[in-house]
């Protein structure tokens, strides 16, 4: 699972400048859903409404700008791409400290 992920308040204005409330709030918690659940966004409406708390009218828009519908879930590519690259990491750190971390500085 993802603890956290870097956040651009910048793009994020800017893809939701005009949105209504309820939609803005759907798509910020679409994100936290997201990540928190490396990409894994249901596709069944009663599930979405119950986990975002808000009514499918306002997530759906959301879904329908920002996510593509695949078959078993809402797919996002950026993100997905995000999470990935996260997990190459997260792997790179663990087989590191299998080897014993990083080499420890040389006094001289």
Known sequence: MIDWYKFNYRDYRDETFGMADAEDLAYRRLIDLYYANEGRLPTDKAVLERIVALDY???????????????????????????????AQAEQARAAGKRGGRPRAVVV
């Open 57 to 87: 009218d306002c997530i759906d828009p959301v879904l329908k700008t920002f996510f593509q519908r695949l078959p078993d879930r809402w797919a996002h590519e950026r993100m997905d791409k995000d999470i990935a690259r996260r997990k």
